[in-house]
Every structure is written in structure tokens, then in C-alpha cells.
């Protein structure tokens, strides 16, 4: 195993984006990246793209290469592979090409994650999540992907007190995040009383509680550590990465509490990396719902299991406190197109690493973490990653 | 040999509406409207519940009392004016959810409101036959009266299964008999949503002349009167017309309480003698005899001879599932509830 | 959803029909072909076995924001139940007010419409649960 950077970020912004369509947000995240990181067309060896749905969402199939063509590289034969991990697509991607670097396959890679939710209805849409739960047993009977979640932060608050406040704390704190973030679909604050009034959507779970339906993509470039240099001065070091499965179903799972793959997926990744969740700066981790980010940030190991939603209240994950957890604004404020998600977490982490976030530049950032999931937990995936390398 | 009841189930959606909120609606006086029809509520089913759903949960509840094999059930007639299908029958997925399938003889019934009791005859028949050891015969409905119509205020949901055999029988059926001519009294048209009626024409000629011919002629032949039964349960579209036709053939109210139920969960049609025999069997002591007269529009009239057994007594009677735990156990909704659950309310397409 | 999709499902989806391992007695609802404790030790060893759908609530939500296919029943309760058999299952609690679920709350199956393609389409059936 040879040591990966990342030489090249890039994202579109996010959001409803009407006026452009899947491929189009696909080629403009890609180019990005590719510009960002000095390298050109022809050195690219393969191209990874998560995606969760493209088949239902715009009725296509087989995206990779159609996005591979639009880049302009079809004539060079890219190989080019989606990978599907429902809400944890763009991670898993992340993932392959980590692997197919690291281990000599290839050398220079881009990561894509896109998807285009809005050009079909949002009852629909919703649907389309709740087919990452278990749809045999879980969707046909009206257990919704909000639902899922909700039933989850039910459980915790009735376990560990964790309040309605503490929930809409999480969704707070990430648009204000978002609101200094340029390409999140959410650039305003909300006031807790805003999230709390909002209309439910699944008790506990209000509108507000809930990251949107978006459209987006996010690129990164990888290449081998010891050739990063050629292409960038700020190459940012995949220092591992952990990924964990588990039942697919919630209710099939250990505890409805604590996403057992979080923990195993975060455990693996510190342990590559030779660290632990203390000696890291900043995390991108996955907030599709308040509760959710209550839940990582506990199993990853950042709080204690039951403290998450008092260490919100506390303020200890708000910006450059004691660990700033989403800077983006998360999928909350950023938005949430579902297979871009674990890409540009990605981007974001390494965006802080290299010091360019601007307005919410985390202080003295050495490792950021990326924790993105698929469906309720069935999948999680983890990447650590060390900047000023 | 003997046969008769060898258990039994019913069942009432716990939604309820009363005729003050449904004349609110159309402008008509709700006191007038609850006196004239006797009715002071009736039940409405939930959204996700029909025909079927009414018939499993009464079959479920008759089978937990007694101690039948399922296999050894040869014959399921679900009798009822508003099945979920046009084709395709209710009966089948019935056998399946009480695991009656596959070795068995299975189909609905239609004939208004009676189309439960020609079940039980059926089933007596082929159990009397030797063709079957036992046979779930279930009435079940929900029936829509067409917004406005008169109907609205009592048709109703519900439904009761019975299982008929030879051993172990909880109340012997002495003798059936049937009384039918063609009288266009009520009806559907193939497509149509609402029944349609013919008013006041569904009275004397209709259920007064059919239940009274058929009562009459069934004790003529059983040498019977009324004051021989402890209980009758007649059909009961409102709550006036089995209270009238009850004095006309002899009978006390006493005697139809206990079966009367129309006043306060509407006419469940297939259901409606069915629930009300089963009404009666919650309380009945054995050597209690029990007339009991089913009418559907169309025309006919089916009648039962049925005397209790001591095996009544070994029959787990109790608790939530009686029919007076089904009604208490209600909530009244609102009309806008109502129509919603009824389906009334348009949606768009999908 | 696809007729045999369903149709396949009807015994689990009527009559609670689940597994359980012919090696180390564990039992699964939804059926499972391979026990995760026992693994190949389980091959061609899983029964089928009916579950009596009792158990409590474990947690539940009230859904507002439906699929098409629930619309007229929002807002309604789901809740992931513990079956008295020690197994746990996602669905639909009826016949209770959304004000007086809780976890912890006894309930029994009841047998209810859970679906249907349209309305000129196939009739879904299966277990949701109430008050016990």
C-alpha cells in the first residue's frame, strides 16, 4: 500500500438547481477539480462516480460513463465506474479510488458524486430515500426515511433525556455554518424557535430537522502522496479510511440508539491512522436528520453515547470550539443531493486542511474526518485526513 | 346428525358518526332525522379497513375461541354487497390469512344484506352432507349510502363469521328456511359507486312481507311461537323496522334487545343479523332458543331455528373481543373525517 | 410494488410467518435462509414458525409528511414492535389516538389494508398492530 492525496477539489453549488441537468453538474464539479489540481485530461486513469438513484430521479442508468463522455474523456477509453451505497455513494466512491490508488492500479483517479433530485416531485423523492431502508419491511408500510430517523431520536430522548431543543440545536448551528459556506443551498441562519415551530414531518422530526432534497456534485483528484507535489503545494493525505456494515433493517439492529457501523467504520479509521477522535479538528459528518448528527458524533467517539444533543447545547461542536462538526453546514445547510454527499465532505475537510474555507476556516486544522451513511445505518464509511503533508 | 355453530367472531370498526353531523351537512334536522330512523350513531370503517380486513379479524376472533384445526375448514363463503373486488374473491384471501388454504372450496356471496346467512346455509348443507367437517360462514360489510341519500345515516361497517359443523357445537341449528321473490327493492348497478333505492317501497312489500312470511312459515313447520324463543334477531336496517316487524309477528321488545344494534352502529348489511346472533350468544345459556331472520333487497328472507347447547359454556366468551366491548371501545369523527375515510374526498392522480 | 413481489410474501405478510434455526433455536422474522448466528451450520435447517405478533412498543413515530399511498391516513403512527418471541418488526399502529401511543405500550396484530396499486390495481394486505 502506497500513501494517497488528494491534489484537486472541486463542487458546484448546491441546491435546486433548475437550470442545469445531471450532466451538466457532473462536468462542472469534475472540471473544477481537475483545474484545481494542474493535471491534465489525459493523465486521468479511472473515473469513480457515487450516485444513489440516477435511475429513479432522471430514468438513467449507467451514469459514469455518460459522465466520463461529457468530461470530454470518452475518447481515451476512461474506465469508469458508479458506485452505489444509497446516502453513502459518494464515500464509498471516495473509497474505491483510494483503494485503486493505494494499492498501484492506478495512479492519478477522479472521485464524482452527483445527484439530481428536483427534476421529480418531492413526495416521490421521498420515496426514492425511503427505498434505502428495507423496502420489503420497512417503506410498504409506511415507515418513511424521516420516519426511520424519527423513530431512532424517539428512542434516544426517551434513553437519555435528549430534548426536541437539543435536536433543532444541531440544525441551528449548521446554518450557521452554512451561511458562510458559498455553495450551500442554505446561506441564512435559523433561530431555534424557527426550527422548532416548523410543521412535523415525523414526530419528533420537524420540516426543520430534516437536510433538503438538492441537486449537486463534488470532485475530488487523487493521486500518490510522493507525486502529490507535481500538482499541487497543498496536497491534503488520506490518512485511512474504515467502512462497517450492519443489519439492514432498524429494526433488526443491536441497539436502535447507536449505529453499530458508525462505531466499527470510525474505529477502523482511527486505528490506520494511528490517532484517535481527540486529535481531530474538524468532521464532516452525516446530519440528514438533527438526530443523525447526534448519533455520529457519539459513535464515532467525539462524546460519550447519551451526551451528543448536551454537547450541542453546549456549544462544543459549534465552529472552532472544542471539535467543529460540519463546517459546510452540513447536509442540513449545504444541502443534500445523496450520492455527491460523501464527496464533498471530502472537499470541505479538505478545504479546511489546506486553510482556503475563508469565513469559517477552522484554526490550526491538522486531520478532519468524513463519516457518511447509507439508508439508516447499513453502511458507513470513514476517511481521516492529514493536512500539511 | 347434529349440526350448528361451532364457534363464532365479530367484528366493528371503532370510528363512529353521528346523524347530527352528517345532516349538519346537508341541512336537515338531525333530532328529526336520529328519532325517524332510530340511529343515534353508526360505525365507519378506517381507511385501511374493508371488507376483507372486517372478515379475517371476525374469522381470527372465532377461531382463537375454539380449538379447530384450520385444515380441517372446507369451505369459506364470505356473503357481501360491497366487496373490495368486482372479480375476484374475498373468500380466498380470507382462507389464507386464517391458513385455511389450500384444501378447501371458497366464494363470495352476494344478495344485499342476507348474503351472510345464505353462507351459513351453505356451510350447514355441506357439513349436514358429510362433504365437509367444518365451514366459515361469514357476512361482512361496508356499505356506503350515497351522500345526502337517506342511507348515509345507517349504512354502516362490520361483519361476523361463523364456523359450522357437527362436534363440539355450541348452538344447534333445529332448521333453516328461506322465503324469496323478485322484488326491486334496493340495488347497485354493475360500475355504479351508491346503491339506489326505492323508498318507501322497500318497507311493506319488501322487508315486512318477506321476514314476516319467512318467520311464519318456519315456525309453522318447527310448530313453534314466539314465545317459545328467549331471544330473536331480526334485520335491521334502521332502528324502527325490526322493533315494527317484532310486534307484528308476536315478539316482546325483550325478547330483540339484546340483538338489536342498528341504533348504535348503523346497518352493517351482511353483518347486521349476523352480529346481532352473535350479540345474543355472548349472553345466551344453553337450552336458550334463538329465532333469527336475515332480509336482503331483491328480494328474500333467510330464517334460523337455533337452540344453545351446554358446549356454550366452554366457549371462551369474554373480553375484548365480545360484541359490547366492540362498541364500547369507539370515537366518534367528524364528517370531514368521515368523507375522508369513506374515500368521498377526490384526490389527484398519482 | 409488483403482484408477485408481494404474492410472495403473503405468508409472512398474513400470518407472521418467520424462521427460526434448526441448530441454535434463534428465531427471525422476516424469514431468513441463513442464520447469522449459525451460518453454514444453518444451511437447510431454517423452520417456519408463526409468530403471535403481541409484543410492545419499542419506539414509534407520527407520520405527517406520507408517501402517496398514505395520504388520507396521516397523520398515523409507526413503531418498531417487540414481539413477545423476542423479535422485532417495523409497522403501523391503529385503532389509537396519536396522543396515547408510547413506548412501552402492549399490542396485538390486526389484519388491514397496507397497500394497493391505484385504485383499479391489486389490494395489499398484512399485519399492522393496536392496542392490546
Not at chain 2, 60 to 66: E, M, P, T
Not at chain 2, 234 to 248: I, L, M, T
Request: hydrophobic share 40%; glycine share 12%.
Amino acid at each position: 500500500m502506497r500513501e494517497v492525496a488528494v491534489i484537486g477539489i472541486g463542487e458546484t453549488k448546491f441546491g435546486e438547481l433548475w437550470d442545469k441537468s445531471f450532466r451538466e453538474i457532473g462536468i462542472e464539479a469534475g472540471l473544477l477539480a481537475i483545474s484545481d489540481s494542474k493535471i491534465k485530461g489525459e493523465e486521468i486513469d479511472a473515473l469513480y462516480i457515487g450516485n444513489m438513484s440516477a435511475g429513479r430521479f432522471i430514468d438513467q442508468e449507467h451514469i459514469a460513463p455518460l459522465v466520463a463522455d461529457y468530461v470530454g474523456l470518452a475518447g481515451q477509453n476512461l474506465p469508469a465506474t458508479r458506485i452505489e451505497g444509497a446516502g453513502a455513494s459518494g464515500g464509498l466512491a471516495l473509497s474505491s479510488a483510494y483503494m485503486a490508488v493505494a494499492s498501484e492500479v492506478h495512479d492519478i483517479v477522479v472521485v464524482g458524486g452527483a445527484e439530481k433530485m428536483t427534476d421529480v416531485s418531492e413526495v416521490y423523492a421521498q420515496e426514492i430515500l425511503a427505498s434505502t431502508a428495507d423496502q420489503e419491511w420497512e417503506s410498504v408500510f409506511g415507515a418513511t426515511f424521516a420516519g426511520l430517523h424519527a423513530m431512532i431520536a424517539k428512542r434516544h430522548m426517551h434513553e437519555f433525556g435528549t430534548t426536541r431543543e437539543q435536536l433543532g440545536m444541531v440544525a441551528v448551528k449548521n446554518h450557521k455554518n452554512g451561511a458562510l459556506n458559498p455553495n450551500a443551498q442554505y446561506r441564512r441562519e435559523m433561530a431555534l424557535e424557527v426550527v422548532l415551530r416548523a410543521p412535523m414531518v415525523a414526530e419528533p422530526l420537524g420540516l426543520f430537522d430534516c437536510a433538503p432534497l438538492s441537486d449537486g456534485a463534488a470532485a475530488l483528484v487523487l493521486c500518490p502522496l510522493d507525486k502529490a507535489k507535481e500538482y499541487t503545494d497543498n496536497p491534503v493525505r488520506i490518512a485511512s479510511c474504515g467502512q462497517a456494515g450492519d443489519f439492514m433493517a432498524l429494526h433488526d439492529r443491536r441497539d436502535i440508539c447507536t449505529m453499530d457501523a458508525t462505531v466499527v467504520a470510525g474505529k477502523k479509521a482511527f486505528k490506520y491512522a494511528g490517532i484517535g477522535p481527540s486529535d481531530i479538528n474538524l468532521a464532516e459528518v452525516h446530519d440528514n436528520y438533527t438526530i443523525s448528527e447526534i448519533l455520529a458524533i457519539e459513535d464515532i467517539g467525539f462524546f460519550k453515547k447519551g451526551e451528543g444533543g448536551k454537547a450541542t447545547e453546549e456549544g462544543k461542536t459549534a465552529l472552532n470550539s472544542e471539535i467543529s462538526i460540519n463546517s459546510s453546514g452540513g447536509l442540513k445547510a449545504r444541502g443534500q443531493p445523496v450520492g455527491a454527499t460523501g464527496v464533498a465532505q471530502a472537499v470541505e475537510v479538505v478545504r479546511q486542511l489546506r486553510g482556503e474555507a475563508g469565513d469559517r476556516q477552522v484554526k490550526d486544522a491538522r486531520y478532519g474526518l468524513t463519516h457518511n451513511v447509507g439508508g439508516t445505518g447499513a453502511s458507513v464509511i470513514v476517511h481521516i485526513f492529514e493536512g500539511g503533508v | 346428525m347434529e349440526v350448528g355453530i361451532v364457534s363464532y367472531g365479530a367484528y366493528v370498526p371503532r370510528y363512529r358518526i353521528k346523524p347530527h353531523e352528517i345532516a349538519a351537512v346537508w341541512g336537515v334536522d338531525g333530532d328529526a332525522m336520529s328519532k325517524g330512523l332510530g340511529i343515534q350513531s353508526k360505525s365507519v370503517p378506517g381507511p385501511d379497513e374493508d371488507v376483507i380486513t372486517i372478515a379475517v379479524e371476525a374469522a381470527r376472533i372465532a377461531l382463537s375461541r375454539c380449538k379447530i384445526d384450520t385444515k380441517d375448514i372446507g369451505s369459506i363463503y364470505v356473503g357481501s354487497e360491497s366487496h373490495p373486488y368486482a372479480v375476484k374473491p374475498s373468500a380466498t384471501i380470507v382462507a389464507e390469512a386464517i391458513g385455511a388454504t389450500p384444501d378447501l372450496t371458497a366464494a363470495d356471496y352476494e344478495f344485499a344484506c342476507k348474503a351472510g346467512t345464505a353462507a351459513i346455509q351453505t356451510c350447514a348443507g355441506l357439513v349436514g352432507s358429510g362433504s365437509i367437517k367444518y365451514g366459515v360462514a361469514i357476512g361482512s360489510d361496508t356499505s356506503q349510502g350515497a351522500p345526502g341519500d337517506a342511507l348515509e345515516y345507517t349504512a354502516s361497517a362490520g361483519g361476523a363469521a361463523f364456523i359450522i359443523g357437527s362436534e363440539n357445537v355450541i348452538a344447534k341449528i333445529n332448521r333453516t328456511c328461506s322465503y324469496t321473490t323478485d322484488t326491486p327493492d334496493f340495488w347497485r348497478r354493475e360500475g355504479e359507486k351508491y346503491p339506489s333505492h326505492g323508498g318507501r317501497f322497500t318497507g311493506e312489500p319488501a322487508y315486512f312481507k318477506h321476514i314476516i312470511s319467512c318467520a311464519g312459515n318456519l315456525m309453522k313447520k318447527q310448530d313453534t311461537k314466539p314465545s317459545d324463543y328467549n331471544y330473536a334477531v331480526f334485520h335491521q336496517p334502521n332502528g324502527k323496522f325490526p322493533v315494527s316487524v317484532a310486534k307484528k309477528l308476536g315478539f316482546t321488545k325483550e325478547q330483540i334487545k339484546e340483538g338489536l344494534l342498528t341504533p348504535v352502529i348503523g346497518n352493517t348489511y351482511s353483518g347486521a343479523v349476523m352480529i346481532g346472533l352473535a350479540a345474543v350468544l355472548d349472553v345466551a345459556k344453553p337450552e336458550d332458543r334463538i329465532l333469527m331472520v336475515a332480509y336482503g333487497s331483491g328480494a328474500g328472507s333467510d330464517s334460523f331455528d337455533i337452540t344453545v347447547t351446554d358446549e356454550i359454556e366452554k366457549l371462551n366468551r369474554n373480553g375484548t373481543q365480545s360484541v359490547s366491548a366492540l362498541i364500547k371501545n369507539h370515537k366518534f369523527v367528524s364528517y370531514a373525517t368521515y368523507a375522508k375515510y369513506m374515500g368521498k374526498i377526490h384526490l389527484r392522480g398519482a | 410494488m409488483a403482484i408477485p413481489r408481494f404474492w410472495r410474501e403473503i405468508p409472512s405478510r398474513y400470518n407472521l410467518i418467520g424462521t427460526e434455526c434448526g441448530n441454535c433455536g434463534k428465531r427471525y422474522f422476516p424469514p431468513r435462509i441463513i442464520c447469522p448466528q449459525c451460518h453454514r451450520k444453518s444451511f437447510g435447517k431454517m423452520k417456519n414458525v408463526r409468530f403471535t405478533g403481541s409484543g410492545e412498543i419499542v419506539t414509534y413515530s407520527v407520520i405527517h409528511n406520507a408517501p402517496k399511498a398514505f395520504e388520507m391516513q396521516v397523520p398515523y403512527i409507526i413503531a418498531i414492535i417487540e414481539f413477545e418471541e423476542g423479535v422485532r418488526a417495523t409497522g403501523q399502529i391503529i385503532d389509537c389516538e396519536v396522543e396515547d401511543v408510547k413506548i412501552g405500550m402492549k399490542v396485538s396484530p390486526a389484519f388491514r389494508k397496507i397497500g394497493e396499486d391505484g385504485k383499479s390495481g391489486v389490494i395489499y394486505y398484512g399485519y399492522k398492530f393496536k392496542p392490546a
